[in-house]
């Protein structure tokens, strides 16, 4: 190309012609040269990938909403409790790329109408399926076990399913941040005659948390 | 290849049976419950009380009275302090505490007679008797002069026929008494030795229960008039196997006692006399004693016994208020039932250990150990009473 230019400028031309022409090639140098593009293409992030035996540890703390309740006749109801709290720790290691499990340790609490104190404590084993769009992770989850449940002198452990979903940005190699949606769902159920089958309920409540992810 | 799924197939195996004892598992575990209702059927159920100004946290450490001062009906309350408010919940009057004369005193009983208000405290080191000033507003107290009984401990302060008694003496000296105020002081009845907890007069006989016997004086008291020999008495019973009625062999731990002069079914006195027990009983007379009629144990601690309207109330330890619907008409003293309205919406009232209750015509209240006064108005539907708490 430069010997190019070379024999176009040592050619017998005017010297307006000869403007013209450099300036033509210095702008398909820029935007034509198809060398100088596909440089810049090849400066791509590194997207990390895990395997077997990567771990993660997140914290998380946020809102407990509380939702219904649902008898076993169908019918809903007010749960009558207050805007909570929740916090949790989750341990989990991937399977593979997409996949995670883990375990979760947690607490929650609200009050009802008259400052009564709901406390629920799930202990929970979590699975993961990720989605990505780099930077953005999409974890879908779903974890169940045992949920231990106080209100006033009253308690009883109770089985518990939290299906979810979260959004988590990759702030570096190690930490992410995000925010979850999951949905507590942990039947309270009697056989009798002392509470009678009449008053079991099925609790429904919204957790929205947000999370502080670290990979080690 | 071959080798490879006969491995896989116990551990898959293994897993499914983990899988399936651990739902088990948790399963039994959440069917096991000493609760007595649904925990979130509770919180479902639950409804904002009502509340009037009276600390919530509160125990009732004696009676309650309604009477008449000046040209105003009020309430008076032992809870720690004395409290008092007017009867027209309308005017929207709060609670008033009546500042103690005696430091840290914790108020026992309150009654009226001859148009005076008179209480009973004690802090463990000081006792006395004080009466209110005729207004009814504070302690007539400018000195301990003033102080009318400073001997023992009162535990019981009531008025029966217009006479003010006071059973005093604790568990620590083991001096029970059973005084009388003669116009000028607290004297002694006769009757010493017992834990008198619970008075009545039917209109004809003064009874009086301890947790183990049941005296029944029929002439008006007087400077040791009465000689203190039990109507009934459960050690008597145990060695001896008598009882003036089958209805009382073998029961004890009475708590209260209550005649009932509004019983449209009466005419004339003796009016019907009611005593529970801790134990579960409830026995009724309605001849002075000539016959009685137990219930069945309710397998209830009762503590205290009223009546709201037409119905008989029982208060009691461990979480229940039990109404007796037809003991006054039918003289059922085994139905009971838990109150309607919105009772079973208030976790605090339900749940509470009531000790005492105390009915006035269509209003009920119900005194508990922790969680303060709770007020019934049975007035527009008794199936169906307005509860709030004080």
Known sequence: MVQCVILILEARTSLKARIILLSLLVLSVFYVSPSLHGQQEEITPYVPTYVLGNQILIINAGLFVPLFFQSLGGEIDNTNLSLGGVGSIQWSTYLNNEMTLGVEGGGMFSFSPNGRTLYMLPITARYAYILRAFPFEFPISISAGINFTRLSSMFQILPIVKPGVSVYWNYSLEWAFGVNFFYWWTPNLYSGPEPPKSQSRLGNFLEISLSALYHF | ?390
């Open chain 2, 1 to 390: 290849m071959h080798t490879g799924i006969t491995r896989k197939k116990p551990l898959k195996n293994r897993f499914l049976l983990s899988g399936i004892l651990l739902l088990s598992g948790i399963l039994w575990i959440s069917g096991c419950s000493k609760d007595s209702e649904g925990i979130f059927y509770s919180l479902e159920q639950e409804e904002k009380a009502i509340d009037n100004s009276l600390p919530n946290d509160v125990r009732i450490t004696g009676n309650m009275i309604k009477v008449t001062v000046g040209s105003e009906d009020r309430y008076y309350l032992c809870a720690g302090s004395l409290f008092y408010r007017t009867t027209d919940l309308s005017d929207n009057k709060p609670w008033t505490q009546v500042k103690s004369p005696l430091s840290f005193g914790i108020v026992s009983g309150v009654a009226a007679v001859g148009g005076r208000i008179y209480v009973s405290l004690s802090n463990g080191k000081e006792h006395g008797l004080f009466r209110l000033t005729p207004d009814g507003n504070q302690f007539e107290y400018s000195g301990s002069s003033d102080n009318l009984y400073a001997a023992k401990q009162i535990i019981r302060l009531f008025t029966l026929n217009n006479t003010l008694f006071a059973s005093v003496g604790t568990i620590l000296d083991d001096t029970f008494e059973l005084l009388f105020w003669d116009g000028s002081a607290l004297v002694p009845t006769g009757v010493h030795t017992y834990k008198i907890v619970a008075g009545a007069w039917d209109g004809v006989n003064y009874w009086f229960a301890t947790p183990a016997d049941v005296f029944r004086f029929s002439t008006a008291p007087s400077l040791n008039g009465w000689i203190p020999t039990p109507y009934y008495s459960y050690e008597t019973y145990t060695q001896s196997n008598t009882s003036p009625d089958p209805a009382f062999n073998g029961k004890s731990y009475f708590t209260d006692l209550f005649a009932d002069f509004s019983d449209s079914t009466v005419s004339s006195p003796p009016y019907p006399l009611y005593l529970s027990s801790s134990d579960g009983y409830i026995l009724k007379t309605k001849d002075g004693g000539g016959s009685w009629k137990s219930s069945g144990d309710h397998n209830r601690s009762f503590q205290s016994i009223s009546k709201v309207k037409d119905i008989i109330v029982l208060g009691a330890g461990g979480s229940v208020v039990r109404e007796l619907p037809n003991a006054v008409s039918a003289d059922d003293l085994d139905t009971s039932e838990i109150p309607g309205g919105n009772f079973s919406r208030l976790p605090d009232l339900y749940g509470s250990n009531v000790i005492r209750v105390f009915g006035f015509g269509d209003i009920l209240y119900v005194g508990t150990t922790a969680n303060g006064l709770w007020r019934g108005d049975y007035s527009t539907d008794p199936k169906s009473p307005a509860w709030s708490q004080e």
